[in-house]
């Protein structure tokens, strides 16, 4: 046994979770199935996908663009539409989940997809940790707007000629509903959100406070690799996003200890 699977075994979701441990079936939630996105995360989205505690769920996420960014030649300040970015696949419904559970998504793995997968970097304008934003004034000018694609594999991340980067992917943006707020698919909080932590990533656990029956889980985009930070650049995330069994573990961990994401690894 390895040591990550004996990990894993030991684990609050596999030892205290509603399924033990055990799993059930895997579903794929396609952009065909999927229909339309949502660019908010609250109760009043109707779910896509209903599962069982212990089921795998495929997710095959757009970029935070939603493909509207073709090529170096497309600028965000003409081809986008704030806020409308960030989409948000699922709500994915598990039944049996209450609310003041925990939801334990185990993210099992992930790779890109597309026969010559992109991602896609940029410059956008008041936006990011370096320049001037409509919440935060700076002295300096706004940031020209610079686009780049990227190209990878399961490997690496090919920056330039010269700089190439390993594949380390990781989901940017996970959550179950708030009870009563819809709130924008780019916000952090309690519910989890537009989070871009690298840890979660493939072989961890993330858990997550249900505040609604069933929980009504939303992933979205995902990223290959990520320093410990973001300055101005949004993340390129075409990826097919993360194998997740799924769980809630009303035994596990108290709702008064869980009040808002929790990474295992």
Known sequence: MTQAADWLQ????????LTRGRSGTTHELTPERQGTYHYTIGPYSEPVLTVQPGDRVTFWTQDCFEGRIRDEADLPSQVLEMPFINPQCGPVLVEGVEKGDVLAVHIESMSPWGENPRGTCCLVPEFGGLTGTTHTATL?????????????????????????????????????????DSINALTPDQHGGNMDMPDICPGNIVYLPAKVPGAASSSATAMPVRARGKSAAWPWSTLRSPRCASMSSRDGPSPGRVSRPRISS
């Open 10 to 17: 030991t684990s609050i979701m596999e030892t205290r979770g």
């Open 140 to 180: 300096n000018e706004p940031l020209p707007e610079v686009v780049r694609k990227i190209h990878l594999d399961q490997e690496h991340v090919y920056w330039s000629d010269r700089v190439t980067l390993p594949y380390r992917p990781h989901v940017g943006t996970i959550s179950c509903s708030p009870e009563i």
